[in-house]
């Protein structure tokens, strides 16, 4: 079944015209994704790679019944774009671009959360259920079908963390990037509930980094978790990034620390790993 | 993009609902001397440089007449604080504060809400306040569809005692921030402290002003600033590269196409007792050109062993970054080890030009390999 990408998926690729679109579109294809259409308004009637181009969502929707989107609008017209996908009854929206206003970034959450869509992003490297298809940008032989849940918050080290679980044999049944944007579609908690429910993730391995409350938040859904799960923070020994000043300070307060974060996880019963290598070893003793 | 302390009351200003000290940004010592002339009684002499702490590195300092404000100028201008040149002081009336608050506007990522807060203590000490007196603390949190309600602040600062003239100001002043901090996109928009003069003003006595780099495409008022918001050197040249860049005191150059991956290489690195010279990561949209450029940026800094370049080619081409760092290493580079990993889309063309290129590959995503390979390439040529 997988979790947010299914072989229920007909997804359609919004900015499929744009130079990355186009060779994304290419390779989701060969990756055998269920892409039905795109969308770049004005140039309906063309065909990229394949699938035929429209000129808004809606048709989409109307003509193929489609139920997601991946998203390579330019950061200015982002917003608008997932507003239209949304409205045309998108539930699975896919914002891959990157360096989106945060102010339209809040926007985009909160209608998807009042229209209880599913968002991932912005910059984000999309989701990718192996072996059924890919909503974004990572590469495909990065992934093998498995049963393992991956939630990263950085697209490079879902297909590193990946690559590690593959070599000791375990493969993934979704990999989900939710962004790295400071504010993101989805938190980790939602996407610890769909693997908690997803009958063919047997456990679920979190990606995280320094910064932010996120890993601290999600420690509050795990304790109710009857699945094993893992995570990994980057930044153990890392300067800690661009701080948001004062007044980020004041309403984090310690948070977003290596060790705060750890500390969160391991209360709520997570097994940690502190290098990422170490991630199928302690699958191994808890499976 | 941070504002300067002066910009950021020049934004205040505009907003025509609150003062600021009276003051002028001066780059000399004479200019210094005759900006204490003119507002004619004590001054305070404050660097204005993109960081805060400036007070604690000795960065504010309070003058009596123009004779010592030439003195302490001279000596303020040129020094280095927190990392940053002094090229520019902000000469200010000395104020007479009877009280001191804290007033902001700021995002809370976890939750996607704006968030306004307001305290009636305030300086430098407002975090410290805040965490143990939690209570002192109004917040109010709005997601982007939900207005701001001017009498919601009212209604919190009467019950804390507040009245007359100065409830009505308090209030005003949080609604017109608010109202500014949406329209202008900014990350954070703060008073402190926001200050009760003795003579009944209300007084901005700092300002801290943070716009969203992403919107400045429609917010083009704050682009005159960019170029005097002088930050660090190495980091405003990465700027015009495209990368973004945190300087560290380490030896080894790290490249990443993205921050989780440098962040993870910088750990397995210090577990092997090798250092970072810096944090560059590339982002998505790697050229040939970006990465030729961004290792010309880290030799910029002289004292730079070997290079490690750890990336992941999904939405970045391999192919472009491999041209980059083969004419890096034929042009510029070509005494300098340079340890590269590159897997995903096109890799093995990639590879076939990294080969040509004469740098150390790793063929595998394994980061701690990477690493080793890097230790062996040091350990082979005596360092």
């Given amino acids: 079944m997988a979790i947010l990408l299914t072989r229920e998926t007909k997804a359609i690729v919004q900015g499929i015209t744009g130079r990355v679109g186009s060779i994304q579109t290419r390779w989701m294809v060969e990756y055998g994704t269920n892409i039905v259409a795109g969308v770049t308004p004005g140039r309906k009637g063309e065909v990229v790679y394949g699938v035929p181009v429209f000129d808004d969502v809606k048709e989409t929707v109307e003509l193929f019944g489609a139920n997601a989107s991946v998203i390579f609008a330019p950061p200015f017209a982002a917003k608008d774009a997932v507003f239209e996908a949304i409205d045309a009854g998108i539930k699975l929206v896919v914002v891959v671009p990157e360096h989106i206003p945060v102010a339209d970034t809040m926007e985009m959450r909160e209608m998807a959360k009042n229209r209880g869509a599913y968002m991932l992003g912005p910059t984000t490297p999309g989701v990718i259920t192996p072996g059924v298809g890919k909503l974004g940008i990572m590469p495909g032989n990065m992934f093998k079908p498995g049963r393992i849940g991956v939630i990263s918050r950085s697209g490079t080290l879902s297909y590193e963390v990946s690559g590690y679980l593959n070599e000791a044999g375990f493969g993934e049944s979704t990999v989900v990037g939710i962004g790295a944007d400071p504010v993101t579609g989805m938190d980790m908690s939602e996407i610890l509930e769909l693997f908690e429910k997803d009958e063919d993730t047997e456990a679920v391995v979190i990606v995280g980094e320094i910064g932010g409350t996120r890993e601290e938040e999600a420690s509050e859904f795990i304790r109710k978790m009857s699945k094993p799960v893992i995570a990994y923070i980057a930044g153990r020994l890392a300067p800690p990034g661009k701080r948001m000043g004062h007044a980020g300070a004041i309403i984090q307060g310690e948070s977003g620390s290596f060790r705060s974060k750890i500390e969160k996880l391991e209360g709520a019963g997570v097994k940690i790993a502190f290098k990422l290598y170490e991630v199928p070893h302690i699958l191994k003793k808890l499976l | ?383």
């Fill in chain 2, 1 to 383: 993009m941070k504002l300067l302390e002066y910009q950021g009351k020049e934004f205040l200003s505009s907003l025509g609902i609150i003062d600021v000290p009276k003051g002028m940004v001066v780059q000399s010592p004479e200019e210094a001397q005759n900006a204490v002339k003119e507002i004619g009684k004590k001054a305070v002499l404050k660097v204005q440089i993109p960081t805060g702490g400036r007070g604690k590195a000795g960065g504010i300092r309070l003058v009596s007449d123009p004779e010592e404000a030439k003195k302490v100028a001279s000596e303020l201008l040129g020094r280095d604080i927190r990392g940053f040149k002094v090229n520019r002081l902000l000469v200010e009336e000395a104020l007479e504060i009877e009280r001191e608050m804290y007033i902001g506007v700021t995002i809370d990522p976890q939750k996607g809400k704006r968030v306004f807060m307001f305290c009636d203590s305030g300086g430098m000490d407002i975090e410290e306040i805040v965490r143990l007196y939690p209570q002192k603390l109004l917040r109010i949190d709005k997601y982007p569809s939900e207005p701001f309600r001017e009498y919601e602040v009212r209604s919190y600062l009467r019950e804390r005692g507040f009245s007359g003239e100065l409830l009505v100001k308090l209030s005003k002043l949080a609604y017109t921030m608010f109202e500014a901090f949406v329209k202008s996109d900014l990350l954070i928009l703060e008073i402190n402290p926001l200050c009760l003069l003795r003579d009944g003003r209300l007084v901005a006595a700092d300002a801290k002003v943070e716009v969203d780099d992403n919107a400045l495409f429609r917010q083009k008022r704050f682009l005159e600033f960019e170029t005097s918001s002088f930050e660090d050197e190495m980091e405003r040249e990465a700027k015009e590269v495209g990368v973004s860049y945190v300087g560290l005191d380490g030896d080894i150059g790290l490249i990443s196409s993205g921050a989780g991956l440098g962040m993870c290489t910088v750990d397995l690195m210090a577990d092997e007792g090798l250092r970072p010279a810096n944090f560059l990561e590339t982002g998505g949209g790697i050229t040939a050109k970006l990465l030729r450029d961004s290792i010309r940026l880290l030799l910029k800094r002289g004292n730079i062993k070997a290079i490690l370049i750890n990336l992941y080619g999904g939405v970045n081409s391999l192919i472009e970054a491999a041209n980059g760092i083969k004419e890096a290493k034929e042009s510029f580079a070509k005494d300098i080890p340079i340890v590269v990993k590159a897997i995903g889309n096109q890799e093995k063309e990639a590879w076939e030009i990294l080969r040509s290129a004469g740098v150390h590959l790793v063929y595998t995503f394994h980061t701690e390999r990477l690493v080793d390979l890097l230790k062996e390439v040091l350990t082979k040529r005596g360092e």
